[in-house]
């Protein structure tokens, strides 16, 4: 059997400095993509490139500035990419935060749901044009087996009664609401999306999440490489090629939540979403 290559291919990972971001490139980064990651902190991300190139003889490996807590940032690391790059074959939305404190972006809106959802949002609608330019493109939403409940329109930023849980559960739902309507605009594109629940990894998430839940993840948790064999798979297998709007785990389809199947909900998330946004897409 033929082995999978990537070579000539683009692959954009957000928050690739630590974590499953950080195996998912160097996984991708072995099958010869051109990987292009994103920091929010330059020198750690100047770090993690030499690291990744070390560990893979790939030199194709890039790295760009991007806090996804800032609709600015986020903006200018999209036309960075653009200037840089004409082709984009995978996106692969992995940054995420879980606080149990309330903090806000820098935009002002809860950082929870800015940096997990809002973000996402926002850098895959400003690449869905050289995303879909650049056909066969995947696009793969890193969410979370904790994506229960429903969205909390009456507040969606949690200024009252904030749970680090909820904000999170919450986020990593909107994701999954974003995957199914974004499969449906995308019919006859040419690019897919899909979803991803890595299982419990043991990373730096939850490290301001307090300490029952580090414990959590430091007892029961897996090392990062089994999390990211889900997001390399998605984004290399001849498998899932023609699959979209689908929630994955263990590189499998599996049935998220009912509300995340509510297409009403998705679309009332999107138009919120918008709002947010207000004329940036
Ligand atoms: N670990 C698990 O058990 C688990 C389970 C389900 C889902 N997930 C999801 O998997 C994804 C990866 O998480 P992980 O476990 O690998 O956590 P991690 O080790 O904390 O990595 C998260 C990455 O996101 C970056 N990031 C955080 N806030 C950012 C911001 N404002 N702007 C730009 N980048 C930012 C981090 O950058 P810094 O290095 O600068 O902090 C880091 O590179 C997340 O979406 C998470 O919700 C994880």
Not at 32 to 44: G, M, S, Y
Not at 133 to 150: C, E, F, K, Q, V
Request: charged content about 25%; proline content about 2%.
């Amino acid at each position: 059997m033929s082995k999978t290559t990537l070579k000539n291919k683009i692959v954009l990972i957000t928050g690739a400095t630590s974590g499953i971001g950080k195996e998912t490139a160097r996984g991708l980064a072995k099958l010869d993509a051109t990987i292009v990651c994103t920091t929010r902190d330059k020198l750690k991300g100047e770090k993690t490139r030499s690291e990744l190139i070390a560990s893979t003889n790939n030199e194709k490996i890039d790295m760009l500035y991007c806090d996804l807590a800032s609709f600015e940032s986020i903006k200018n690391c999209c036309k960075e990419f653009k200037s840089k790059y004409n082709k984009l074959h995978v996106l692969i939305n992995n940054a995420g935060v879980w606080d149990f404190k309330r903090r806000e972006s820098k935009d002002g809106i809860e950082n929870i749901f800015a940096t997990n959802y809002l973000g996402p949002f926002l850098m895959t609608n400003l690449l869905l044009d050289t995303l879909k330019n650049s056909s066969p493109a995947r696009i793969i939403n890193a969410t979370s087996g904790l994506h229960y409940g429903t969205i909390n329109f009456d507040d969606i930023e949690f200024k009252h009664n904030y749970s680090g849980v909820r904000a999170y559960r919450q986020s990593k739902l909107g994701l999954i609401l974003f995957t199914r309507l974004l499969a449906k605009k995308l019919k006859e594109t040419g690019a897919t999306v899909n979803c991803y629940h890595p299982g419990l990894n043991i990373t730096n998430l939850g490290r301001d999440a307090g300490r029952f839940s580090r414990l959590i993840f430091k007892s029961m948790g897996k090392d990062p490489k089994i999390g990211a064999e889900t997001s390399i798979y998605l984004a290399s297998s001849p498998d899932v090629e023609n699959i979209t709007g689908e929630y994955f785990v263990k590189k499998k389809i599996k049935k998220p939540s009912k509300e995340s199947c509510d297409l009403n909900l998705a679309n009332q998330l999107w138009a919120v979403s918008k709002k947010y946004l207000k004329n940036d897409i």
